[in-house]
């Protein structure tokens, strides 16, 4: 019998009932994950949850009461519930599909052409993006639809008609027209940013495998844009499904109903107590539509590479397109037209009339003079854009983050990510800040919080997160992981290599995230009514309450007054931006100089 | 930039302003401006000496007590009548905030939850408040004036101070005011088909409302009931919102407004008082609601709440609202400019207040289901 080895003895250590894994520095840092992700299934997550429940319960707050499966069973066998749920599919992926096809058009105009007036696309989508659902719909509605309306004039002389003739008023065509145009410059804001870091070296590649311009758009650029638009294209479904002003304006003197004016109607149609069951019956088959949107999102993009941005010969120039460019450049002032002009007009026209839309009465400066003088008007502005700003930036930077976890980390927290990035959108627009208090009620941290900034600002991060991170999650897998891992490799730390590296290369589409972020945050209804206090007014919301008056001409002066601060803090964000990205790019060139000089001495001495 | 390509840059933004330009022309003004609003003139006593007296100790309680705010939960009112308050009572700022049904009681959930306590008083039409006062949301007020008991309702916490109505409104360069229709029958009189335009009752709301108060109760049911509902959708082009209604008549693209809000009207004709439209309110069967309001329970401000309460039905405070186109409900008080007083307005008989709470539901499924709602 012979006893251990000396080499056995030596490799011999006390067993831990931890593995490796799970001790020292590494269990701090999985402990404080395992909390991050707590707090983001209770944020995130747990609303939506409850509105699922909510369906099968019955009682004065949504997600409370007696379980019933009564409600529940009423809605489905209901066929004006599927008359609905169709209507608002077909509206849903009509708008998206055509939004998508013209905002990647005109993003690849801007970034991968040399068309004229390229640099002043982005500003002026940017700007288009801040017009009011309501008045572009109200200002599209005075040119299209009543038979006085302008283009209802010039159809009525062309074809001969009749003065009370509208050929075109509402209905599915004007439906599609006006909401199709209101989403173009999102989709245009979310591709800019990803088409802008394809490389120029992928096209002339396929060029010289003897492609044509167009089929390497089709065969190179547009697969590679994939996950980008992919996840675009679920986000803009669930806009048509939330959509709520322009179906109102333009599908229900038709008759066509859409989900989002159904669930409102659900919740209120009994006064003593509150349909949300049948509300939340509704919001399911949301649910389901946003979980097989992103269902084939991940199917479509699986585990394939996307990074366009590698190290060395990275070239995203654009290219000249001869003539080309005057039609593309003719294509994006139509859009333009669409999207903005023509209901901008309108509604500056509006904002002097005394009533809105009527100008056979005259005009007034009376709207501004009561907007002006109004006792919180500048408080509620200032107000807005201070939230407006915080509230996207905590979301532009919480979608980078879930992003780059996602992309760099295992699958547990890759599904957790892709989780809380999409739950928010399955909640009806109309129904979202019901569902976020109603869930944040019971929870001892968050119910104190109710009623303060610090919730409005947390709620704003959570209904706008999906949103930013669109945005963000396309140009985080362009990155090629190559370019961490060297700065890894030579000897930067996790944070340093995040800050240095990635976030400078992400940062197009951070700050577009950022934008379409804020300007959500500063359109939203629903959420400043129920998370804050009255004095904590939004200018949206107090524009909204007076076109609710009545008051349609000093509601627009307010709107338009808003528009405008937006412009000029934009404005000023987007100089300063600029003149960082210059120091930035200066202080890097005077260190690579720095360095090689250092490293020409060594090699002289 | 050579020849060639500034001929294209031209065309590529011409053809779009060519576009535009047709689009804004026929927008073009005709009138002469419009006239200033005529304002109205602030002034007068409150009440009787000894409700004065009393207000304004109470005033002087709720400054002492640092309450410096009311804060609604309802439909704001127009702005004059709020400053009427304000500049009788300048250390006190009335703040609405438009949270409405089951919105405003999901906040009061979440206040009481947290706290956080910051609505004083609800108001809104009377069905919604009186639901509230049943689950125990409003507190029992005693006022200091002397309201009638009739006014009052649920163990002393829901106050009824205000109504508002919904007529027809006419284009009077389209027709006159012989010509316009006057009763319901008239209404569906099919000579007006296509030339009525009403809001939707498919989206709910007031058109929903409206016209479910033609169907219950019976007797309502028995003079104008389903036969007037049908007959409506049969002649009516429907708009969006209620204020389309106002503006598409103002505008001329339809004669005729059925269901117009009588406060819309009242603020077009105070911005315009040259627009070209009458307000009428027909024989028998308007429609009105009936508004409602009562401080809440745990209001962070309920001596600054109660002197809100209670002025509103002063002389002063009912007065007001006449002059900002609201129907005062307490007796002697004149209806609002161009309008009969209640009791001559023949306004429709609605279901009792308790009863309206759940009475109204299933007559306004089937008038939104009449609507493809």
């Known amino acids: ?605 | 930039m050579r020849n060639s390509q500034r001929w294209l840059a031209t065309a590529a933004l011409a053809i779009p302003l060519v576009l535009v330009t047709a689009g804004c022309a026929s927008g073009a003004p005709e009138g002469d401006g419009g006239a200033a609003p005529g304002g109205s003139p602030y002034g007068g006593e409150v009440d009787s000496p000894e409700v004065e007296a009393a207000l304004d100790a109470l005033y002087q309680e709720a400054l002492a007590a640092g309450e410096d705010q009311v804060v609604v939960y309802g439909p704001p009112p127009p702005q004059d009548y709020l400053d009427a308050f304000m500049d009788r009572f300048p250390g006190i700022e009335i703040i609405y905030e438009q949270l409405q049904s089951q919105d405003r009681v999901t906040r009061l959930e979440a206040e009481k939850a947290s706290g956080n306590y910051a609505g004083d008083v609800a108001q809104d039409g009377r069905t919604p408040i009186v639901n509230m006062g049943l689950d125990g949301w409003c507190a029992a007020v005693d006022p200091i004036v002397d309201v009638p008991s009739d006014l009052i309702g649920i163990d002393g916490t829901v106050f009824y101070g205000q109504a508002t109505v919904f007529g027809v409104l006419i284009n009077t360069d389209l027709i006159s005011e012989e010509e316009a229709p006057k009763t319901w029958d008239e209404l569906i009189d099919p000579k007006w088909k296509g030339k009525e335009v009403m809001v939707s009752p498919a989206a709910g709301g007031a058109g929903a409302f409206a016209s479910a108060m033609l169907l219950t109760p019976q007797e309502n049911a028995d003079t104008w009931g389903m036969r007037i509902v049908e007959g409506l959708q049969a002649n009516v082009d429907t708009v969006a919102k209620d204020a389309q209604t106002v503006s598409s008549v103002v505008e001329g693209t339809y004669p005729i407004g059925v269901l117009a809000y009588y406060p819309y009207y009242f603020q077009t004709i105070k911005d315009v008082p040259n627009a070209p439209v009458q307000f009428i309110m027909l024989e028998e069967g308007n429609t009105w609601s009936k508004g409602a309001q009562c401080i809440i329970e745990n209001a962070p401000h309920p001596l600054a709440a109660e002197l809100w309460l209670n002025w509103t039905f002063t002389v002063e405070g009912q007065n007001m609202l006449a002059e900002t186109g609201t129907y005062p409900m307490m007796p002697g008080i004149p209806g609002p400019t161009g309008l009969p007083p209640a009791d001559e307005a023949g306004l429709i008989t609605l279901l009792s207040d308790e009863d309206s709470i759940t009475g109204y539901a299933d007559y306004v499924k089937q008038v939104q289901a009449l609507y493809g709602g």
Request: zero cysteines; a positive charge.
């Open chain 1, 1 to 605: 019998m012979t006893g251990p080895s000396t080499k056995s003895l030596a490799a011999w250590t006390r067993p831990n009932s931890l593995p490796a894994t799970w001790r020292g520095s590494r269990l701090v840092g999985k402990i404080l994950m395992g909390l991050a992700v707590l707090v983001l299934i209770i944020l995130f997550l747990y609303p939506p949850l409850l509105m699922v429940m909510a369906a099968f319960r019955r009682g004065q707050l949504a997600g409370q009461g007696e379980w019933t499966l009564q409600p529940f069973l009423d809605t489905i066998t209901s066929p004006v519930t599927w008359v609905v749920t169709w209507n608002s599919i077909v509206l849903s992926l009509v708008v998206a599909i055509l939004g998508l096809a013209f905002g990647t058009f005109l993003a690849w105009v801007a970034v991968r052409t040399r068309t004229p007036m390229r640099r002043w696309m982005t500003p002026i989508m940017a700007v288009t993006l801040v017009i009011p659902s309501l008045f572009y719909g109200l200002g599209w509605y005075v040119t299209l639809a009543p038979p006085k309306a302008p283009v209802n004039q010039a159809l009525q002389g062309i074809f001969g008609l009749g003065p009370g003739d509208a050929p075109v008023s509402s209905g599915w065509g004007t439906l599609i027209f006006v909401v199709v145009g209101h989403v173009i410059p999102i989709a245009y804001l979310f591709m800019v940013g990803p088409m802008s870091r394809m490389d120029a070296a992928l096209d002339d590649a396929a060029r010289m495998s003897g492609a044509t311009r167009g089929s390497a758009f089709f065969t190179v650029t547009l697969p590679l844009l994939r996950p980008s638009m992919l996840g675009v294209l679920a986000l803009m479904t669930t806009y048509g499904m939330s959509a709520f002003e322009l179906p109102l304006l333009f599908g229900l003197p038709s008759g066509i109903h859409v989900f989002s004016t159904k669930v409102l109607n659900t919740i209120n149609e009994s006064e003593d107590l509150p349909n949300y069951a049948g509300a939340s019956t509704l919001a399911l088959i949301l649910v389901l539509l946003v979980v097989l949107l992103v269902a084939l999102r991940e199917r479509f993009v699986g585990n394939r590479r996307y990074s366009t941005i590698t190290g060395k010969g990275f070239r995203p120039e654009p290219k000249s397109y001869g003539r080309w460019q005057w039609a593309f450049l003719a294509v994006f002032v139509l859009v333009v037209l669409w999207s903005g002009v023509i209901p901008l007009v309108q509604m500056i026209l509006g904002s002097f009339e005394y009533i809105a839309g009527v100008a056979s009465l005259g005009f007034t400066t009376g709207n501004y003079e009561e907007v002006l003088t109004g006792r919180r008007t500048f408080q509620a502005l200032t107000f807005t854009l201070g939230i407006a700003a915080i509230g996207g930036f905590l979301a532009a930077a919480v979608a980078l983050l879930l992003s780059h976890t996602a992309v760099r980390s295992g699958r547990f927290v890759r599904v957790v990510a892709m989780l809380v990035s999409w739950a928010p959108v399955a909640i009806p627009g109309v129904l979202v800040g019901l569902a976020l208090l109603t869930a944040y009620m019971p929870i001892p941290g968050l119910q104190k919080l109710i009623g303060t900034p610090v919730m409005l600002v947390l709620g704003f991060i959570v209904v706008a997160t999906p949103i930013a991170t669109r945005a963000v999650e396309g140009g985080v897998l362009q990155l090629s992981a190559e370019l961490e891992e060297s700065a890894r490799i030579s000897g930067a730390s996790r944070a340093t290599t995040f800050f240095t590296v990635v976030f400078p290369l992400v940062l197009p589409s951070f700050l577009a995230g950022w934008f379409i972020a804020g300007i959500g945050i500063a359109g939203n209804l629903s959420l400043p009514v129920l998370l804050s206090t009255p004095t904590m007014r939004t200018a949206a919301v107090t524009a909204y309450d007076l076109y609710n008056q009545g008051r349609t001409g000093e509601s627009a002066a307010l709107f338009l007054l808003l528009m405008l601060a937006v412009a000029v803090v934009g404005g000023l964000a987007w100089l300063v931006s600029l003149g960082v990205i210059r120091l930035l790019k200066r202080t890097r060139v005077s260190r690579i100089e720095r360095a090689m000089s250092m490293k020409g001495s060594v090699l002289h001495a």
